[in-house]
């Protein structure tokens, strides 16, 4: 099948090369259109038009229907562009001066004269104000005027995406995951398969060689796909018959920075470079043309651990967990001892690291005769961070638990446009994207160290904490993503009908050695078993003899997509265009066959899910109301189908359930003669000098599990019949322009995505064993006589476990669904010298609590682990309610411009939840998604079920918290508390840029810019923070009483408190260059 699709695309390049013209675009989706008409305004037909790009000589045509019109679709960005009508027995006439920028249609009528002997020329301005209308409500243009004047922190484009009014924090579309995007450079595949999203590095794509992007959120048009809550898709730069380059610097220094916090602590502050250069121009005139660009960056990066308060004599980590300085030296004391092997460093505070990130980028645009051009373009990213604290070490984390990070990528396309004929006109591209990752050891290969203890603090206050000294659960790591994209699009027109017709298909090969938990991990619940190296419990993925991972394994996945779709006036003013696509989703390489599974669970890890129905039908009206350009109504809706992610494929093929065999044993556990089991005493150094002394072999025994059961096995696996996530969306919106430079609009949007990924415990019981009393009725599968509370209710699984011949199954399959509601309220105006002033607000509801983890089981639980019903009627967390955005962009005078990019959003949600502790026995990761129940602290009842402490601590909870953690309460008494059922306070970012050009000879410039990011900080140092809602977990798990059953609880009476935080200000000066 692959081969021959591969060869038909071929075909059609051979075909395209000796038979047409062609010109480069990629999947810019700007077009030229318009009516030729006498001077009775009769339209036209075979009326011939000729377009020609005057920087690059790039030339195409068509002819008009019988009515007289012309479209001419997917042209190159950029200009000017010269229209030009001729007919015969009329005078010819040619229009100048259009500028085409991504997603723009531009429409140019004419007026040819029969007495007219000269040609006549026009030129055309103002053309790109109305040159979007039928994409309004539909995608956020960012343009090349954008990207230039406004302030982007990083210097990084998709920091940008926030000017779409859907868009909440960074590029989360409609409430959900960045991962759920499409991402495209140049009209192919630039997304990361493992985890979806740009990848790793910081960017990938300079600044220097982006010319502009969109957001788009609802887009109709059938190419676009493997989107389901929408993408981002960017244009690059390209060389014109003029030479032009530059050579810029751009600086960040902790000198030109706030030197506190918004907590009022000191801070190191970043020291950043960003310099490199751009080069374009013809090799050929009106032939070849090229563009270079360098972009690199060297950051003294600051980073904090266990610094989260400025209370005299606590440390506070970055979820909460407080620590006296006292308890946390006497832990670093018995840490820094050969047994433990954590080095004399500091280990807590702040800290700077020297990130550095290289971008080159290189295309090139050969017009091989007259009409064909050819676009070959290649961007690469190397990336390198030390000392890296995602995840659990910058939650718990010490120095000593860090590693290296590297990212390494590259992009590259091969494109052609071909005017078959003067009505028909074919895109080919080849696209590949590589990306490869890498988690770099910097120590020995030694177990996981945590400590869950509590502190009594100076305050008199006891503070329970995670402490995470010693990590190396990732490392080492390799992740390596290889993406072959492959894309026919043709374009016709016959009569008053245009149709596009096409294909894209991506083959993905993901490999990966994924050493996770594989180096074990000791538990200690006091300093006092810590300073004894006696562990209260030890976990490991043991690797069995003769599995193991020696050479990455390698997964191969296939995306094809066949679609078609028709446009046309439908009736005078009213553009309709319906569409169909269909996308194939396959799993191509199995994992080794697991008959133990299959035997015990019923489930074959063998498999390679294909899912067929991706059917998705779409439609689009575009209706200019009195055909005067005043009054735009566009309706669209439509399916649109996701894209999988690759590192819970590659999971399936290393967790098959033989490679390794799950350890987890605690103290206190006995074999089945009533003797205890002798867990190990750490002994890093050991550990560091051989890695085979890491314990575990002697503890895979049969013995180990009170059962008698053999060695427990740890497996994930494939749904047989995964499917891809599938959204509707839809929208309406009306706008109006009050003249020729102002408009204001109203936008409504809906989506709903359901068979949302999650992983799923196949070896959990659904029995339900009891109920948990006083409370909601939480669903129990682990046998009474089984059920505890203590470390943690660590046990629980094991008795609530399908099958004792593993630890977990978990299975990557459909769970929970999303839905999104946006009103939008927007105002442009399009201000003189490349100015403009936009300003929207939006009211959103996004639902749907998505926690997927990408390997674990994690996910919120309330009365029942299987109820989804509970996932899909809470908020997402990515839920925003509502945002204010302005973008000013001043008039340009005398080389001065000002930017202005304003963001003022409510957003970011909280939960209550209890303190880890397996309430229900299904082992969620981390123990951190059980919803409190919210019982009434002014209820009597409360009193007697949970004592009187309890209730007067919860009412004080009720009464002293955050307004915001307050109304969240209240509104979940008497159930468990709604998933991110809690609304953090207002956040505003204002950014400002000032950009001055200097000419310096002819078409020499010199420009300087200054960027305040945190502009309201610089104002005021008390302004420019926001209120987080911190300590998130409502009551601590004391005990559980079998007699009526019945779970103890104590209230955290920290909980649900406002923290004022944040960066201080920081400016950026920039130079550049250019000609």
Not at 296 to 306: A, C, I, N, P
Not at 459 to 476: A, F, H, K, L
Request: charged content about 20%.
């Amino acid at each position: 099948m692959f081969f021959t699709l591969i060869y038909s695309c071929l075909l059609v390049v051979l075909f395209s090369l000796a038979e047409t013209n062609y010109a480069s675009a990629q999947g810019t989706d700007a077009s030229i259109s318009g009516q030729i008409a006498d001077e009775n305004q009769e339209g036209l037909p075979n009326a011939t038009v000729t377009v020609t790009n005057l920087s690059t000589g790039f030339s195409t045509g068509t002819v008009t229907n019988l009515q007289g019109n012309y479209r001419l679709q997917q042209l190159p960005v950029g200009g000017p562009y010269t229209i030009t009508a001729t007919f015969v027995g009329y005078a010819d006439q040619k229009k100048t001066g259009v500028m085409l920028n991504q997603g723009d249609n531009v429409e140019v009528d004419f007026d040819l004269s029969e007495s007219a002997t000269e040609l006549t020329e026009v030129v055309v301005s103002g053309s790109g104000f109305k040159s979007r209308n039928d994409r309004l409500a539909a995608a956020t243009s960012v343009s090349a005027q954008d990207v230039k004047s406004l302030p982007a922190n990083d210097r990084n484009f998709s920091n940008l995406a926030a000017l779409s009014p859907l868009v909440g924090g960074g590029t989360d579309i409609a409430g959900m995951s960045s991962r759920s995007n499409s991402i495209q450079i140049d009209g192919v595949n630039a997304r990361e398969a493992s985890f979806g999203g740009q990848g790793d590095s910081p960017y990938v794509l300079s600044m220097e060689a982006l010319r502009e992007f969109e957001v788009v959120t609802n887009s109709y048009d059938v190419i676009d796909g493997r989107g389901s809550a929408g993408g981002i898709k960017a244009v690059t730069k390209s060389g014109t018959n003029e030479f032009h380059g530059s050579a810029f610097a751009y600086f960040w220094d902790a000198r030109l920075a706030a030197d506190q916090d918004l907590q009022g602590r000191d801070v190191l502050g970043d020291t950043k470079v960003q310099r490199g250069f751009s080069l374009g121009g013809p090799i050929i005139k009106d032939k070849l043309h090229f563009f270079v660009a360098y972009d690199g960056e060297r950051f003294e990066q600051q980073y904090d651990l266990w610094s989260q308060t400025t209370e005299e004599g606590i440390l506070q980590n970055n979820q909460g967990g407080r620590i006296s300085v006292t308890d946390m030296e006497r832990a670093l004391q018995t840490l820094r001892t050969p047994r433990y092997g954590v080095g004399d460093g500091q280990q807590y505070g702040f800290f700077q690291r020297t990130r550095t990130l290289d971008t080159w980028f290189a295309r090139l645009d050969w017009q091989l005769n007259p009409r064909n051009t050819l676009t070959l373009r290649l961007t690469t990213n190397n990336y390198e961070l030390p000392d890296q604290n995602n995840s659990d070490i910058g939650r718990y984390g010490l120095f000593a638990a860090t590693y290296d990070f590297v990212n390494r990528g590259s992009n590259a396309l091969l494109a052609l446009r071909s005017q078959l004929s003067p009505t028909t006109s074919n895109e080919f591209k080849v696209g590949y994207f590589h990306n490869k990752r890498g988690n770099i050891i910097t120590t020995g290969r030694h177990p996981q160290l945590w400590i869950l203890s509590e502190s009594v603090l100076p305050t008199g206050d006891t503070s329970e904490y995670i402490m995470v000294p010693r990590y190396n659960r990732w490392t080492p790591e390799d992740q390596t993503n290889h993406t072959y994209n492959i894309i026919n699009n043709t374009y016709l027109t016959r009569g008053k009908y245009n149709f596009t017709f096409g294909t894209n298909n991506l083959i993905t090969n993901s490999r990966g050695i994924y050493t996770h938990d594989t180096q074990g991990r000791f538990d200690f619940y006091s300093l006092d078993a810590l300073e004894r190296g006696e562990p209260d419990r030890y976990q490991r993925k043991f690797t069995n003899p003769g599995q193991e991972l020696i050479d990455p394994v390698s997964t191969w996945m296939v995306d094809l997509s066949l679609y078609g779709q028709v446009s046309t006036e439908l009736v005078p003013n009213l553009q309709v265009s319906a569409g169909l696509r269909y996308d194939l989703n396959m799993f191509l390489t199995k994992a080794d066959y697991n008959e133990v599974l299959d035997q015990e669970l019923g489930y074959r890890n063998d498999v390679a899910p294909t899912d067929f129905n991706n059917i998705q039908p779409r439609l689009n009206m575009n209706w200019d109301l009195n055909g005067d350009g005043r009054d735009i109504i566009n309706v669209g809706a439509g399916w649109f189908a996701g894209q999988v992610i690759t590192r819970p494929y590659i999971y399936s093929l290393i967790d098959n359930g033989i490679r390794f065999t799950g350890v987890d044993v605690s103290r206190g556990d006995v074999d089945e003669n009533g003797n205890e089991i002798i867990l190990p005493t750490p002994n890093y150094e050991q550990y560091n000098q051989n890695y085979e002394e890491i314990p575990g072999d002697g503890l895979t025994q049969g013995e180990l599990y009170p059962s008698g059961g053999s060695a427990a096995q740890v497996v994930r696996f494939l749904d047989e019949d995964f499917e891809v996530p599938m959204s509707f969306r839809a929208n309406v919106s009306y706008h109006r322009y009050l003249n020729e430079r102002i408009r204001v609009g109203a936008s409504l949007y809906y989506s709903k995505t359901k068979d949302m990924y999650v992983m799923e415990n196949a070896n959990l019981s659904d029995e339900v064993q009891f109920t948990i009393q006083g409370e909601g009725g939480r669903e129990v599968y682990t046998p009474l006589a089984d059920y505890s509370l203590e470390n943690q209710g660590n046990s629980n699984f094991r008795s609530a476990r399908i099958s004792d011949q593993f630890e977990d199954a978990l299975m990557f399959t459909n769970g929970y669904e999303t839905r999104f509601m946006a009103l939008v309220l927007d105002l442009a105006v399009d201000l003189s010298n490349d100015g403009k002033l936009n300003l929207s607000y939006t009211r959103a509801d996004s639902r749907g609590a998505e926690r997927f983890r990408n390997e674990d089981d994690q996910r919120f639980t309330g009365v029942s682990y299987y109820d989804y019903d509970f996932i899909n009627s809470a908020y997402s967390p990515n839920d925003f309610r509502h945002k204010v955005l302005l973008n000013l962009t001043t008039p340009k005078i005398g080389g001065t411009q000002l930017g202005i990019f304003l963001n003022m959003i409510q957003g970011g949600r909280f939960s209550a939840t209890t303190r880890p502790a397996d309430l229900n026995g299904s082992k969620v990761r981390e123990l951190n998604g059980f919803a409190a129940y919210i019982f009434d602290p002014y209820d009597p009842q409360t009193a007697a079920l949970q004592g009187e402490e309890f209730a007067q601590d919860l009412q004080f909870v009720f009464e002293n918290a955050s307004p915001e953690a307050q109304e969240y309460l209240k509104e979940n008494v008497g159930t468990y508390a709604q998933p991110y059922g809690g609304l953090k306070p207002w956040r505003t970012d204002l950014n400002v840029r000032l950009t001055q050009d200097i000419p310096v000879h002819k078409n020499h410039n010199l420009t300087f810019n200054i960027d305040v990011f945190n502009f309201l900080n610089l104002v005021d140092p008390s302004w420019g923070g926001t209120h987080n809602i911190i300590n998130e977990e409502l009551y601590n798990v004391e005990g559980f009483d079998p007699a009526t059953q019945q779970v103890q609880y104590s209230v955290r009476t920290n909980y649900g408190q406002r923290r004022y935080e944040g960066n201080g200000f920081q400016l950026m000066m920039g130079l550049k260059y250019s000609f």
